[in-house]
């Protein structure tokens, strides 16, 4: 298999309150966006509550809520309700009161809270916010000698369209031994940022002078070291451990921001970054990152749950993991917008051990970290279960899996020590296909030679792809010779079930013409099977009515007379 194709492969496989409270944000427009007064980065959740998280006490916007019979009425958008001076539909997007349930708001920018009056320090607003806590931002424990080093985009123009990746290389101090211990966000366009992810590079890597559009992962920076998301204030690693940096650890560091704009706005401009805490006392460990998840998603339109899983197998963690366990120190869920419960639960000899993560009621706007204290113990041939759960009542079309916020994404990162004892920081699946496997480039990928399969000039797989052209045309219909031919030929798992569908894709992809031939070949005889199978299930059917009327007798004679004429008929028309 060439490098390119292995490059592919990376590419393709690669970024509590309860649910009641949670679905009356779909009833006002912008309910999961509202941002935090005392902080725009962090989301409120609790929109009618004086918690932030939901629950309690009522605010002012929750009392004429609950008085609107919660739902989003002309009176209540044009109500305000915290006396700031701006209507509750000017705070939430809705300024002319036109939105709907599952519509698009005005507008999704520049929102601000209707239950806190605002400014905070306006006279006006004296008295009314006496619930809000404004100094609970935590702080991290660091050692005396700590030093901090910024790395931030210069004022870069945000471009036109919806979603932008864009990243930057940085030289980190190198006049010693580091380690990274802590990151706090630089957040200089909170209209666009969406998310920071800071990737330790190779030391072959050059520093740059300016941002330049990238993927979701640059080649050769690919050890995540630090990450911010839209509602996180900043991180602090376990006090035993720590990212090494310098000179027997990362010399150069990848910046990638994530600018979302789907209104496409021309004018917006950003410098966002991050300050990374660097101390010299080296803690006991070197830290990583390990990231399980599930890279294929498809979630239908207006379906109301749609679940997605994926495993990191024993099988794969008792290759990857070597010179004793790891031990896991915080966890944190991703998904996108469509996105509604996430978990990560942990099983050793098929027992679930414990939930790693448990989010009743996901927020992509507002993620948590949920610190594991003490450390857990993951040992080689543990597994980690990962289930996404996703709503799409308000979209017209199919969502993927993919980089956009329109997208969708089921991952989970698991902050870990010591750093060492991984070969690999990623056990996710392609269905139900292991990464690891793949990137081994194992010989037997479910029972394919994968490698072997991808070659056209092979002796095998040139001698399967002749028994199919020489029985099955491309685009000229169905011939009888591969009808008879097709029950024998899909018994290779090369050309069946994930496999095949995954070396569909590499051949789509990646331009492979004999391959995309002969899966089109095989694939010519589609309507004629489809309709084999819906005649024998229509005759399975017909002849369980008709069993049906010999068996049951004590019911009319008008009943049976009429289902037996319907069992007859329907048996005519199929033979």
């Known amino acids: ?26 009833k006002i427009p912008n309910g999961h966006k509202v941002p935090h007064p ?39 958008c044009r ?24 519509s698009v708001p005005k507008s999704t920018v520049s929102l601000s809270h209707p239950g806190v009056c605002e400014p905070l320090n306006d006279p006006k607003c004296a008295g009314k916010n006496d619930f809000l806590q404004c100094d609970s931002t935590p702080s991290c424990n660091m050692e005396g000698d700590t030093i901090f080093q910024t790395l931030t985009f210069p004022n870069t123009t945000v471009p036109a369209v919806e979603t932008n990746y864009y990243c930057m290389t940085f030289d980190l101090h190198t006049d010693g031994d580091y380690h990274l211990i802590a990151t706090k966000p630089v957040i200089r366009n909170s209209n666009v940022v969406h998310h920071m992810l800071l990737y330790g590079c190779d030391d072959n890597v050059n520093a740059t002078d300016k941002p330049e559009k990238c993927g979701m992962a640059k080649e050769n920076c690919r050890h995540l070291i630090g990450l911010w998301a839209v509602g996180l204030d900043g991180d602090c690693l376990h006090k035993d451990a720590g990212f090494k940096v310098g000179i027997n650890g990362f010399k150069k560091a990848t910046l990638e921001i994530h600018w979302n704009n789907p209104e496409k706005r021309a004018d917006y401009t950003d410098g966002s970054g991050l300050h990374i805490f660097l101390t010299k006392t080296l803690r006991k460990y070197d830290a990583g990152v390990l990231m399980v998840g599930q890279n294929y998603i498809n979630i239908p339109p207006r379906s109301p749950q749609v679940v997605v899983k994926a495993n990191c197998s024993s099988s794969d963690t008792s290759r990857f993991i070597v010179n004793g366990p790891i031990y896991l120190t915080s966890a944190l869920n991703h998904m996108h917008y469509l996105g509604r419960e996430m978990k990560m639960e942990h099983y050793r000899n098929n027992e679930k051990l414990r939930d790693l993560t448990d989010e009743a009621d996901y927020s992509y706007d507002s993620p948590k970290s949920f610190p594991l ?30 980089e956009a916020t329109s997208d969708e994404m089921c991952y989970g990162f698991l902050t870990f020590y010591p750093k060492e004892n991984l070969k690999m920081e990623r056990c996710t699946q392609w269905q139900d296909i292991s990464e690891y496997s793949i990137a081994m480039r194992d010989p037997l990928i479910k029972g394919c030679s994968m490698w072997k399969f991808f070659n056209a000039e092979d002796p095998d797989t040139g001698a399967f792809m002749k028994s199919v052209f020489d029985n099955c045309n491309m685009l000229m219909g169905c011939k009888q010779e591969c009808l008879d031919f097709l029950p024998e030929a899909m018994k290779n798992p090369c050309v069946n079930g994930s496999v095949g569908a995954l070396i ?33 299930d229509c005759l399975k059917s017909c002849r369980e009515i008709s069993g049906a009327i010999s068996i049951k007798t004590s019911t009319s004679f008008v009943t049976y007379t009429y289902l037996y004429f319907v069992g007859i008929m329907l048996l ?3 033979h």
């Not at 004999?514 to 024998?536: G, P, Q, V």
């Open 373 to 402: 204290t003490p450390p857990v113990v993951f040992r080689p041939g543990d597994e980690i279960i990962t289930t996404c759960v996703y709503s799409s009542m308000g979209k017209n079309r199919t969502v993927v899996k993919g």
């Open 1 to 26: 298999m060439g490098t390119k194709m292995y490059r592919y492969f990376v590419i393709l496989l690669f970024v509590n309150w309860s649910e009641e409270y949670g679905s009356f944000r779909d």
């Open 79 to 102: 109500k305000d309700s915290d006396g700031d001076g701006k209507t509750n539909g000017e705070e939430l997007g809705d300024p002319d009161c036109e939105w709907t349930p599952n």
């Open 504 to 536: 569909r894709r590499v051949a789509v992809h990646l331009n492979m013409p004999a391959h995309f031939a002969m899966f089109t070949a095989l694939d010519s005889c589609n309507a004629e099977i489809a309709k084999d199978t819906c005649k024998a």
């Open 38 to 76: 005392c902080n725009p980065s962090t989301i409120w959740n609790g929109v009618g509550h004086k918690a932030q998280g939901g629950g309690g006490e009522r605010n002012p916007f929750g009392l004429d809520f609950y008085i609107q019979g919660k739902t989003w009425t002309n009176d209540l």
């Open 572 to 574: 005519i028309m199929y």
